[in-house]
Protein backbone atom coordinates (compact mmCIF):
# COMPACT_ATOMS: atom_id res chain seq x y z
CA UNK A 1 0.00 0.00 0.00
CA UNK A 2 1.64 2.91 -1.23
CA UNK A 3 1.40 6.00 1.49
CA UNK A 4 4.07 9.05 -0.11
CA UNK A 5 1.33 11.38 0.68
CA UNK A 6 1.15 10.32 4.13
CA UNK A 7 4.79 10.14 4.39
CA UNK A 8 5.78 13.95 3.20
CA UNK A 9 3.10 15.40 5.48
CA UNK A 10 4.16 13.60 8.29
CA UNK A 11 7.23 14.86 8.15
CA UNK A 12 6.36 18.39 7.42
CA UNK A 13 4.23 17.87 10.44
CA UNK A 14 7.25 16.78 12.55
CA UNK A 15 8.95 19.73 11.67
CA UNK A 16 6.55 22.04 13.13
CA UNK A 17 4.17 19.69 15.83
CA UNK A 18 5.73 17.94 18.47
CA UNK A 19 5.48 14.48 16.63
CA UNK A 20 3.70 15.29 14.26
CA UNK A 21 0.74 14.68 15.48
CA UNK A 22 -2.04 16.55 18.44
CA UNK A 23 -2.29 13.12 20.37
CA UNK A 24 0.41 11.22 20.89
CA UNK A 25 -1.25 7.97 20.01
CA UNK A 26 -2.05 8.93 16.36
CA UNK A 27 1.54 8.66 15.68
CA UNK A 28 2.04 4.81 15.24
CA UNK A 29 4.91 4.93 18.47
CA UNK A 30 3.77 1.92 19.64
CA UNK A 31 3.13 -0.17 16.44
CA UNK A 32 5.73 1.54 14.26
CA UNK A 33 5.78 3.06 10.44
CA UNK A 34 4.34 6.16 9.41
CA UNK A 35 0.85 7.13 10.76
CA UNK A 36 -1.89 7.84 7.38
CA UNK A 37 -3.10 11.50 7.10
CA UNK A 38 -7.10 10.86 6.54
CA UNK A 39 -8.58 13.16 4.16
CA UNK A 40 -12.31 12.09 4.48
CA UNK A 41 -14.75 9.31 6.27
CA UNK A 42 -18.30 8.40 5.82
CA UNK A 43 -19.70 5.57 8.03
CA UNK A 44 -17.13 2.66 8.64
CA UNK A 45 -15.03 3.79 6.10
CA UNK A 46 -12.20 6.21 5.76
CA UNK A 47 -9.65 7.28 2.98
CA UNK A 48 -6.24 8.45 3.20
CA UNK A 49 -4.24 11.40 1.00
CA UNK A 50 -2.93 8.42 -1.19
CA UNK A 51 -6.49 7.38 -1.43
CA UNK A 52 -5.98 4.13 0.08
CA UNK A 53 -9.41 3.37 1.96
CA UNK A 54 -9.72 1.24 5.33
CA UNK A 55 -12.70 -0.01 7.16
CA UNK A 56 -12.07 2.20 10.41
CA UNK A 57 -12.33 0.13 13.53
CA UNK A 58 -11.05 2.90 15.14
CA UNK A 59 -13.98 5.88 14.73
CA UNK A 60 -12.04 8.94 16.26
CA UNK A 61 -11.94 6.79 19.54
CA UNK A 62 -15.37 6.80 19.98
CA UNK A 63 -17.18 10.04 19.31
CA UNK A 64 -19.02 8.12 16.49
CA UNK A 65 -21.71 5.04 17.42
CA UNK A 66 -23.08 5.58 13.99
CA UNK A 67 -20.14 5.98 11.85
CA UNK A 68 -18.68 8.77 10.60
CA UNK A 69 -20.59 11.68 8.51
CA UNK A 70 -23.95 10.47 9.90
CA UNK A 71 -26.34 12.67 7.57
CA UNK A 72 -28.63 13.68 10.62
CA UNK A 73 -25.80 14.41 12.61
CA UNK A 74 -24.13 16.75 10.00
CA UNK A 75 -27.61 18.14 8.80
CA UNK A 76 -28.08 19.01 12.54
CA UNK A 77 -24.44 20.61 12.95
CA UNK A 78 -25.07 22.45 9.14
CA UNK A 79 -28.06 24.91 10.48
CA UNK A 80 -26.72 25.39 13.95
CA UNK A 81 -23.92 27.03 12.48
CA UNK A 82 -26.08 29.11 9.99
CA UNK A 83 -27.15 30.79 13.17
CA UNK A 84 -23.60 31.63 13.94
CA UNK A 85 -20.93 29.30 15.80
CA UNK A 86 -20.47 30.31 19.25
CA UNK A 87 -22.66 33.10 21.09
CA UNK A 88 -21.17 33.14 25.11
CA UNK A 89 -24.65 33.30 26.16
CA UNK A 90 -26.98 30.40 26.95
CA UNK A 91 -29.03 28.51 24.30
CA UNK A 92 -32.11 26.31 23.67
CA UNK A 93 -29.79 23.61 22.66
CA UNK A 94 -27.74 23.46 26.10
CA UNK A 95 -30.98 23.03 28.24
CA UNK A 96 -32.56 20.28 25.22
CA UNK A 97 -29.17 18.06 25.66
CA UNK A 98 -28.59 18.17 29.19
CA UNK A 99 -32.63 16.97 29.49
CA UNK A 100 -31.34 14.27 27.18
CA UNK A 101 -28.58 13.40 29.67
CA UNK A 102 -30.39 13.73 32.62
CA UNK A 103 -33.08 11.70 31.36
CA UNK A 104 -30.92 9.01 29.84
CA UNK A 105 -28.08 8.59 33.10
CA UNK A 106 -29.65 7.15 36.29
CA UNK A 107 -27.35 8.80 38.40
CA UNK A 108 -27.43 12.46 37.03
CA UNK A 109 -29.74 14.84 38.36
CA UNK A 110 -28.26 18.38 37.03
CA UNK A 111 -24.63 18.21 34.16
CA UNK A 112 -22.65 20.88 33.57
CA UNK A 113 -21.31 20.91 29.52
CA UNK A 114 -17.46 21.41 29.09
CA UNK A 115 -15.20 20.74 25.56
CA UNK A 116 -13.16 17.96 26.07
CA UNK A 117 -12.69 14.91 28.49
CA UNK A 118 -9.88 15.54 30.06
CA UNK A 119 -11.68 19.11 31.07
CA UNK A 120 -14.77 17.20 32.55
CA UNK A 121 -13.13 15.07 34.74
CA UNK A 122 -11.01 17.84 35.81
CA UNK A 123 -13.80 20.03 36.84
CA UNK A 124 -15.42 16.63 38.53
CA UNK A 125 -12.76 16.08 40.77
CA UNK A 126 -12.18 19.88 41.63
CA UNK A 127 -16.26 19.92 42.42
CA UNK A 128 -15.44 16.78 44.73
CA UNK A 129 -12.55 18.27 46.77
CA UNK A 130 -14.93 21.20 46.94
CA UNK A 131 -17.55 19.39 48.14
CA UNK A 132 -16.52 16.97 50.34
CA UNK A 133 -13.98 19.50 52.12
CA UNK A 134 -11.30 16.38 51.42
CA UNK A 135 -7.94 16.31 49.05
CA UNK A 136 -7.28 12.92 48.04
CA UNK A 137 -8.77 11.02 45.15
CA UNK A 138 -8.40 7.31 44.65
CA UNK A 139 -8.00 6.27 41.56
CA UNK A 140 -6.77 3.01 39.62
CA UNK A 141 -3.90 1.85 37.54
CA UNK A 142 -4.48 1.88 33.79
CA UNK A 143 -7.46 4.14 34.29
CA UNK A 144 -7.28 7.04 31.65
CA UNK A 145 -9.02 9.99 32.87
CA UNK A 146 -7.39 12.55 30.62
CA UNK A 147 -4.04 14.27 31.13
CA UNK A 148 -5.41 16.95 34.23
CA UNK A 149 -2.43 16.72 36.86
CA UNK A 150 -4.25 15.00 39.79
CA UNK A 151 -4.98 12.57 37.26
CA UNK A 152 -2.20 11.82 35.34
CA UNK A 153 -0.45 9.31 37.74
CA UNK A 154 -0.50 5.60 36.08
CA UNK A 155 -3.26 6.20 33.67
CA UNK A 156 -3.10 3.88 31.09
CA UNK A 157 -2.60 3.67 26.92
CA UNK A 158 -1.65 6.86 25.90
CA UNK A 159 0.85 7.20 28.61
CA UNK A 160 1.49 2.78 28.27
CA UNK A 161 1.75 3.53 25.09
CA UNK A 162 4.74 6.14 25.48
CA UNK A 163 5.93 3.77 28.40
CA UNK A 164 5.81 7.47 30.33
CA UNK A 165 4.98 6.48 34.13
CA UNK A 166 2.54 9.49 34.81
CA UNK A 167 4.77 12.26 33.48
CA UNK A 168 7.25 14.86 33.74
CA UNK A 169 6.05 17.99 34.65
CA UNK A 170 3.57 17.00 37.28
CA UNK A 171 4.66 18.20 40.11
CA UNK A 172 4.82 15.80 43.13
CA UNK A 173 2.63 18.16 45.27
CA UNK A 174 -0.45 17.63 42.37
CA UNK A 175 0.30 13.94 42.66
CA UNK A 176 0.55 13.31 46.05
CA UNK A 177 -3.14 13.73 46.80
CA UNK A 178 -3.48 10.62 44.28
CA UNK A 179 -3.88 7.10 45.56
CA UNK A 180 -3.47 4.67 42.58
CA UNK A 181 -4.54 0.85 43.27
CA UNK A 182 -4.66 -2.28 41.40
CA UNK A 183 -7.82 -2.47 39.37
CA UNK A 184 -10.55 -5.51 40.35
CA UNK A 185 -8.48 -5.71 43.74
CA UNK A 186 -11.17 -5.38 46.95
CA UNK A 187 -8.47 -5.97 49.47
CA UNK A 188 -6.01 -3.19 48.22
CA UNK A 189 -8.88 -0.83 48.19
CA UNK A 190 -9.55 -1.62 51.81
CA UNK A 191 -6.05 -1.48 52.89
CA UNK A 192 -6.07 2.29 51.42
CA UNK A 193 -9.53 3.02 52.72
CA UNK A 194 -7.80 2.07 56.41
CA UNK A 195 -5.17 4.74 55.99
CA UNK A 196 -7.25 7.44 54.39
CA UNK A 197 -11.39 7.44 54.94
CA UNK A 198 -11.57 10.55 56.34
CA UNK A 199 -9.17 12.19 53.97
CA UNK A 200 -10.85 10.97 50.60
CA UNK A 201 -12.87 12.98 48.27
CA UNK A 202 -13.20 10.71 45.57
CA UNK A 203 -12.63 6.89 44.38
CA UNK A 204 -13.11 7.48 40.45
CA UNK A 205 -12.65 4.71 37.71
CA UNK A 206 -13.53 4.16 34.35
CA UNK A 207 -16.50 1.29 35.18
CA UNK A 208 -15.70 -0.17 32.42
CA UNK A 209 -11.85 0.30 31.45
CA UNK A 210 -10.98 0.80 27.86
CA UNK A 211 -7.73 2.41 28.00
CA UNK A 212 -5.54 -0.18 29.39
CA UNK A 213 -7.28 -2.79 26.49
CA UNK A 214 -10.82 -3.97 27.79
CA UNK A 215 -10.36 -5.15 31.84
CA UNK A 216 -14.13 -5.41 32.68
CA UNK A 217 -15.05 -5.12 36.51
CA UNK A 218 -14.96 -8.69 38.72
CA UNK A 219 -18.24 -9.41 39.77
CA UNK A 220 -19.35 -7.48 42.87
CA UNK A 221 -16.16 -5.08 42.60
CA UNK A 222 -18.27 -1.92 41.45
CA UNK A 223 -20.96 -2.33 44.18
CA UNK A 224 -16.95 -2.61 46.01
CA UNK A 225 -16.24 0.88 45.34
CA UNK A 226 -20.19 2.14 45.64
CA UNK A 227 -20.12 0.60 49.39
CA UNK A 228 -16.82 2.21 50.46
CA UNK A 229 -17.53 5.85 48.96
CA UNK A 230 -20.78 5.45 50.49
CA UNK A 231 -19.54 4.42 54.36
CA UNK A 232 -16.31 6.87 53.95
CA UNK A 233 -18.33 9.74 52.38
CA UNK A 234 -15.66 9.76 49.48
CA UNK A 235 -17.99 10.75 46.39
CA UNK A 236 -17.69 7.82 43.88
CA UNK A 237 -16.91 9.33 39.97
CA UNK A 238 -17.51 7.08 37.12
CA UNK A 239 -15.81 8.17 33.98
CA UNK A 240 -18.10 7.10 31.30
CA UNK A 241 -16.36 8.95 28.76
CA UNK A 242 -15.86 5.95 26.50
CA UNK A 243 -18.92 3.90 27.99
CA UNK A 244 -21.43 6.67 28.43
CA UNK A 245 -24.11 6.45 25.08
CA UNK A 246 -21.69 3.71 23.95
CA UNK A 247 -22.44 0.74 25.90
CA UNK A 248 -26.59 1.62 26.22
CA UNK A 249 -27.76 4.88 26.43
CA UNK A 250 -27.48 4.75 30.54
CA UNK A 251 -23.58 3.97 30.04
CA UNK A 252 -21.96 1.07 32.14
CA UNK A 253 -24.22 2.56 35.32
CA UNK A 254 -27.42 1.17 33.97
CA UNK A 255 -25.77 -2.03 32.43
CA UNK A 256 -24.44 -2.82 36.17
CA UNK A 257 -27.18 -0.87 37.98
CA UNK A 258 -24.52 0.89 40.08
CA UNK A 259 -25.42 4.84 40.68
CA UNK A 260 -22.59 7.27 40.68
CA UNK A 261 -22.46 10.30 43.03
CA UNK A 262 -20.52 12.16 39.89
CA UNK A 263 -20.37 10.84 36.17
CA UNK A 264 -17.85 12.51 33.52
CA UNK A 265 -19.10 12.13 29.95
CA UNK A 266 -17.98 12.88 26.57
CA UNK A 267 -17.26 11.33 23.40
CA UNK A 268 -20.61 10.18 22.07
CA UNK A 269 -22.70 12.94 23.57
CA UNK A 270 -20.88 15.42 20.83
CA UNK A 271 -21.23 13.54 17.70
CA UNK A 272 -17.73 14.15 16.59
CA UNK A 273 -17.27 17.45 18.08
CA UNK A 274 -15.74 18.55 20.93
CA UNK A 275 -18.38 18.33 23.54
CA UNK A 276 -18.18 16.73 27.29
CA UNK A 277 -19.92 16.87 30.23
CA UNK A 278 -19.64 16.13 34.18
CA UNK A 279 -23.08 15.97 36.36
CA UNK A 280 -24.42 14.38 39.10
CA UNK A 281 -26.27 14.64 42.49
CA UNK A 282 -28.18 17.71 42.43
CA UNK A 283 -26.78 18.61 46.06
CA UNK A 284 -23.01 18.24 44.81
CA UNK A 285 -24.02 20.04 41.85
CA UNK A 286 -25.11 22.96 43.60
CA UNK A 287 -21.82 23.75 44.96
CA UNK A 288 -20.23 24.70 41.63
CA UNK A 289 -20.36 28.53 40.47
CA UNK A 290 -22.91 30.47 39.90
CA UNK A 291 -24.41 28.60 42.90
CA UNK A 292 -21.96 27.43 44.73
CA UNK A 293 -18.16 28.39 45.51
CA UNK A 294 -16.48 25.74 43.29
CA UNK A 295 -15.50 27.31 40.21
CA UNK A 296 -15.43 26.33 36.71
CA UNK A 297 -16.42 28.01 33.55
CA UNK A 298 -15.61 27.42 29.82
CA UNK A 299 -15.99 30.16 26.57
CA UNK A 300 -17.24 27.62 24.27
CA UNK A 301 -18.76 25.29 26.76
CA UNK A 302 -21.90 23.97 25.60
CA UNK A 303 -21.09 25.83 21.97
CA UNK A 304 -24.00 25.32 19.96
CA UNK A 305 -22.75 23.34 16.91
CA UNK A 306 -21.73 20.86 18.53
CA UNK A 307 -24.74 20.50 21.17
CA UNK A 308 -27.05 20.20 17.87
CA UNK A 309 -24.55 17.44 16.39
CA UNK A 310 -24.81 15.75 20.19
CA UNK A 311 -28.58 15.97 20.13
CA UNK A 312 -28.46 14.35 16.99
CA UNK A 313 -27.21 11.78 17.17
CA UNK A 314 -28.60 10.81 21.04
CA UNK A 315 -32.10 10.87 19.78
CA UNK A 316 -30.66 8.01 17.13
CA UNK A 317 -29.06 5.80 19.87
CA UNK A 318 -32.26 4.22 20.59
CA UNK A 319 -32.49 0.82 22.78
CA UNK A 320 -32.78 -1.57 19.31
CA UNK A 321 -29.68 0.78 17.61
CA UNK A 322 -27.62 -0.58 21.03
CA UNK A 323 -29.11 -4.25 20.32
CA UNK A 324 -27.70 -3.59 16.48
CA UNK A 325 -24.18 -2.20 17.70
CA UNK A 326 -23.87 -5.20 20.14
CA UNK A 327 -24.55 -7.72 17.31
CA UNK A 328 -22.00 -6.23 14.92
CA UNK A 329 -19.41 -5.82 17.31
CA UNK A 330 -19.79 -9.66 18.20
CA UNK A 331 -19.61 -10.48 14.62
CA UNK A 332 -16.35 -8.18 14.15
CA UNK A 333 -15.06 -9.83 17.44
CA UNK A 334 -15.74 -13.32 15.65
CA UNK A 335 -14.22 -12.34 12.22
CA UNK A 336 -10.98 -11.19 13.95
CA UNK A 337 -10.55 -13.64 16.71
CA UNK A 338 -11.41 -16.89 14.73
CA UNK A 339 -8.84 -16.85 12.37
CA UNK A 340 -6.34 -15.92 14.70
CA UNK A 341 -7.67 -18.96 16.65
CA UNK A 342 -7.03 -21.12 14.10
CA UNK A 343 -4.04 -20.10 13.05
CA UNK A 344 -2.92 -21.30 16.63
CA UNK A 345 -2.13 -17.55 17.71
CA UNK A 346 -2.66 -16.98 21.67
CA UNK A 347 -5.20 -14.46 21.54
CA UNK A 348 -8.07 -13.48 24.53
CA UNK A 349 -11.00 -11.21 23.04
CA UNK A 350 -13.35 -9.71 25.27
CA UNK A 351 -16.60 -7.75 24.57
CA UNK A 352 -19.34 -6.04 27.07
CA UNK A 353 -21.85 -4.81 24.81
CA UNK A 354 -20.62 -3.02 21.93
CA UNK A 355 -17.18 -2.66 23.25
CA UNK A 356 -14.68 -4.92 22.59
CA UNK A 357 -10.82 -5.47 23.25
CA UNK A 358 -8.41 -7.87 21.11
CA UNK A 359 -5.11 -8.88 23.32
CA UNK A 360 -2.25 -11.31 22.50
CA UNK A 361 -2.25 -13.07 25.33
CA UNK A 362 -3.64 -16.72 26.59
CA UNK A 363 -5.31 -15.43 29.47
CA UNK A 364 -7.83 -12.42 30.08
CA UNK A 365 -6.08 -10.42 32.67
CA UNK A 366 -7.97 -8.26 35.05
CA UNK A 367 -5.59 -5.64 36.05
CA UNK A 368 -3.09 -3.37 33.80
CA UNK A 369 -0.11 -5.18 34.87
CA UNK A 370 -1.69 -8.31 33.14
CA UNK A 371 -2.12 -6.07 29.93
CA UNK A 372 1.28 -5.21 30.29
CA UNK A 373 2.53 -8.63 30.25
CA UNK A 374 0.92 -9.43 26.74
CA UNK A 375 2.46 -9.65 23.16
CA UNK A 376 2.06 -5.88 22.01
CA UNK A 377 4.63 -6.62 19.54
CA UNK A 378 2.42 -9.36 17.90
CA UNK A 379 -0.10 -6.74 17.88
CA UNK A 380 2.17 -4.26 15.94
CA UNK A 381 3.02 -7.11 13.01
CA UNK A 382 -0.93 -7.69 13.36
CA UNK A 383 -2.13 -4.29 12.93
CA UNK A 384 0.39 -3.78 10.22
CA UNK A 385 -0.85 -7.04 8.66
CA UNK A 386 -4.74 -5.71 8.74
CA UNK A 387 -3.32 -2.24 7.70
CA UNK A 388 -2.34 -3.54 4.51
CA UNK A 389 -5.74 -5.43 3.69
CA UNK A 390 -7.33 -2.17 4.06
CA UNK A 391 -8.46 -2.42 8.11
CA UNK A 392 -7.11 0.53 10.21
CA UNK A 393 -7.50 -1.11 14.12
CA UNK A 394 -5.83 0.83 16.82
CA UNK A 395 -2.40 1.92 16.60
CA UNK A 396 -1.79 0.43 20.26
CA UNK A 397 -2.61 -2.95 21.85
CA UNK A 398 -3.88 -1.02 25.08
CA UNK A 399 -6.76 0.14 23.13
CA UNK A 400 -10.11 -1.45 22.39
CA UNK A 401 -12.06 -1.96 19.17
CA UNK A 402 -14.53 0.85 18.10
CA UNK A 403 -17.29 -0.36 15.86
CA UNK A 404 -20.49 1.68 14.23
CA UNK A 405 -23.96 0.85 13.31
CA UNK A 406 -22.93 1.80 9.58
CA UNK A 407 -20.91 -1.71 9.28
CA UNK A 408 -22.07 -3.79 6.77
CA UNK A 409 -22.13 -7.75 6.82
CA UNK A 410 -19.73 -7.09 3.76
CA UNK A 411 -17.55 -5.20 6.11
CA UNK A 412 -17.44 -7.61 8.23
CA UNK A 413 -16.89 -10.76 5.61
CA UNK A 414 -13.99 -8.04 4.36
CA UNK A 415 -12.26 -7.51 8.24
CA UNK A 416 -12.63 -11.79 8.47
CA UNK A 417 -10.69 -12.39 5.27
CA UNK A 418 -8.11 -9.58 6.04
CA UNK A 419 -7.48 -11.36 9.31
CA UNK A 420 -7.35 -14.90 7.50
CA UNK A 421 -4.60 -13.04 5.84
CA UNK A 422 -2.97 -11.22 8.64
CA UNK A 423 -3.34 -14.39 11.26
CA UNK A 424 -1.49 -16.39 8.76
CA UNK A 425 1.25 -13.69 8.43
CA UNK A 426 2.05 -13.28 12.24
CA UNK A 427 1.56 -17.13 13.22
CA UNK A 428 4.61 -17.52 10.95
CA UNK A 429 6.62 -14.26 11.96
CA UNK A 430 6.18 -13.73 15.45
CA UNK A 431 7.12 -16.34 18.42
CA UNK A 432 4.44 -16.31 21.51
CA UNK A 433 6.64 -16.43 24.72
CA UNK A 434 4.33 -18.78 26.14
CA UNK A 435 3.25 -20.60 23.03
N1 LIG B 1 -11.72 9.70 30.25
C1 LIG B 1 -11.66 8.61 29.48
C2 LIG B 1 -12.22 7.33 30.00
C3 LIG B 1 -11.13 8.67 28.19
O1 LIG B 1 -11.07 7.57 27.44
C4 LIG B 1 -10.65 9.92 27.73
C5 LIG B 1 -10.05 10.02 26.38
O2 LIG B 1 -9.81 9.07 25.69
C6 LIG B 1 -10.72 11.03 28.57
C7 LIG B 1 -11.26 10.89 29.82
C8 LIG B 1 -10.21 12.36 28.10
O3 LIG B 1 -11.04 12.84 27.10
P1 LIG B 1 -10.51 13.94 26.05
O4 LIG B 1 -9.53 13.21 25.16
O5 LIG B 1 -11.72 14.41 25.35
O6 LIG B 1 -9.84 15.00 26.84
Redesign the pocket.
Known sequence: MATPLSDELFSRASAVIPGGVNSPVRAFGSVGGTPRFFTRARGAHAWDEDGNEFIDLVQS??PLPLGHAHPAVLAAARSALQAGSTFGAPTRGEAELAERIVDAVPSIEQVRLVS????A?MSAVRLARGATGRAKILKFDG?????SDALLAAAGSGVATLGIPGSPGVTPGAASDTIVLPWNDPDAVDAAIAEHADELAAIIC?PIP??MNLVPPAPGFLQHLRDVATSTGALLIF?E??SGFRVGRGGAQAAYDIHADLT?L??AIGGGFPL?AFGGRADVMAELAPVGPVYQAGTLSGNPVAVAAGIAQLDLLDPPTYRTLSDITAHVVEAISQPLRDAGVGVTCRRVRTLAGLLFANDAPMDRSGVAAADHDRYGAFFHAMLANGIYLAPSGWEVLFTCTALTEDDVAAIGRAAERAAEHIAGAVSFPDA
Open positions: WGSGTEAHYHGHEANDVIVGKA
